[in-house]
T-cell receptor
Framework: DTGVSQDPRHKITKRGQNVTFRCDPISEHNRLYWYRQTLGQGPEFLTYFQNEAQLEKSRLLSDRFSAERPKGSFSTLEIQRTEQGDSAMYLC???????????????FGPGTRLTVL | AQSVSQHNHHVILSEAASLELGCNYSYGGTVNLFWYVQYPGQHLQLLLKYFSGDPLVKGIKGFEAEFIKSKFSFNLRKPSVQWSDTAEYFCAVNAYSSASKIIFGSGTRLSIRP
């Protein structure tokens, strides 16, 4: 399977613990995005990378959240001191740099479902 | 700020019925518009997109959408639904000036009775 993969698929943690998620994009894609989806809502943009550079961060991304893409391939999203409000599905997507229309299709992974107890 | 409104949270139809899901967006500039679909247990995938040109766009599986600029709308349609169309449908917008993030609506859950 050459699609976007995410690990783990599910994570249960206790409030106050740190968690880290990994995303492996489609290999030739230089852009990587993180979204968060809560129950009954659509995905909300968190941040994106072009190669290893983090180019935009949403104000949703509090200082407890940090994302990296050190070699321009896989990315990690870490949440420190988790809170119950962090419970959500964390989605990763990847794409090529914008083409026609200033956009290129983003391909989504299966997501990591985080439950904070 | 950009936003997307999907007014139908849950739609229930019988097979062969016609479908129209409403979507309105809020943004004054040039936009790219999308419909994404998430089938049960599967990833989000692109159903169709509008960049420019013909405001009536056709996507996969017989779906189409019409961009009406004056109404800031991008409604999704299908003349005859099938049981396999049961899924969650998300309308989304990307501002032309922001070639990165997509703003999603809250989604419409479509249930098809066999």
């Amino acid at each position: 399977d050459t699609g976007v993969s995410q690990d783990p698929r599910h994570k249960i943690t206790k409030r106050g613990q740190n968690v880290t998620f990994r995303c492996d994009p489609i290999s030739e894609h230089n852009r990587l995005y993180w979204y968060r989806q809560t129950l009954g809502q659509g995905p909300e943009f968190l941040t994106y990378f072009q190669n290893e550079a983090q180019l935009e961060k949403s104000r949703l991304l509090s200082d407890r959240f940090s994302a990296e893409r050190p070699k321009g391939s896989f990315s990690t999203l870490e949440i420190q001191r988790t809170e119950q409000g962090d419970s959500a599905m964390y989605l990763c997507a990847s794409s090529l740099s914008p083409g026609e229309g200033g956009y290129n299709e983003q391909f989504f992974g299966p997501g990591t479902r985080l439950t904070v107890l | 700020a950009q936003s997307v409104s999907q007014h139908n949270h849950h739609v229930i139809l019988s097979e062969a019925a016609s479908l129209e899901l409403g979507c309105n967006y809020s943004y004054g500039g040039t936009v790219n518009l999308f419909w994404y679909v998430q089938y049960p247990g599967q990833h989000l995938q692109l159903l169709l997109k509008y960049f420019s040109g013909d405001p009536l766009v056709k996507g996969i599986k017989g779906f189409e959408a019409e961009f009406i600029k004056s109404k800031f709308s991008f409604n999704l349609r299908k003349p005859s639904v099938q049981w396999s169309d049961t899924a969650e449908y998300f309308c989304a917008v990307n501002a032309y000036s922001s070639a990165s993030k997509i703003i999603f609506g809250s989604g419409t859950r479509l249930s098809i009775r066999p």
